[in-house]
């Protein structure tokens, strides 16, 4: 296991400071706010930590609403919204500075059966052992005197291969623009037999690429281009128990862009096929 990855896991330990109030920190940071993934996965573990364990999370809907700040901790405020006989419902509040950053309402299901179908096919891809590693390809692609290649350089707690263009790579040729990004990712260290690990770890890791896709299609990307952005608002539905230390390919598309705003959407499925994860997500985006 790296370093990123148990610094990450160890950012998911939350410090429970009152009955369902958590306190959460975030790693040292100088280039950009506190990473909305991580939010998302530190109010995730805030709600499942109030929840029976015979229940699984399986949707969440969120909102940012302000940027985080890495230098101080963030509160997480959990609202018991409602305990029946078959469903969980959670509502999380991120509070820095006397403020809420993210909103969040999960909910969590008891394990039951009932019909079962699968429209969608996950995508033909290659391999993931045969791509290289994603901050190769970047490093690749932003040239050697760009100001991103420290921040590429560091440990990163997810292993992300692309079968598909970068952002980068889009903005230096035109011809590899697409509405369609597909990237194979893992957690490359054995984790334990936590479905909630799982689920908060895949979180974390579909607000990584969702955007890009969106910039993927103009050509865009950050750091590159004259814009700015930020995420919007997110929803995540769980369809299977999964593993996120095995490898998932996250397919995705952007339908749609315009009004300062881009809307993505994703489906992580496991390698042998089945769909896990459904993620829809929508994003301000600004060209200066």
Known sequence: MNEALKELLDLLDLEQIELDIFRGRSPEERIQRVFGGQVAAQALVAAGRTVPDDRDVHSLH????????????IVYNVERVRDGRSFTTRRVVAVQHGKAIFTMSASFHVTETGVEHQAVTMPQVVDPEGLPLFQDRMLQAVGTESPLREWLSRPRPVDA??????????????????????????????????????VVLAAYASDFTLVDTVLLTHGLAWGASNLSGASLDHAMWFHRPFRVDEWMLYAQESPWSGAARGLARGE?????????????????????
Do not use: C, K
């Open 268 to 288: 992580m499925f496991t390698r042998s096929g089945e769909l896990a994860v459904s993620v829809v997500q929508e994003a301000m985006i600004r060209v200066r």
């Open 161 to 198: 291969r692309y079968v598909t263009p970068l952002t980068w790579e889009a903005y230096r040729d035109p011809e590899l623009r697409g509405s369609n990004t597909n990237v194979w990712f893992r957690y490359d260290a054995e984790l334990p037999d936590d479905p909630l690990l799982h």
């Open 62 to 73: 969120a909102y940012f609403i302000r940027p985080g700040d890495p230098a101080i901790p």
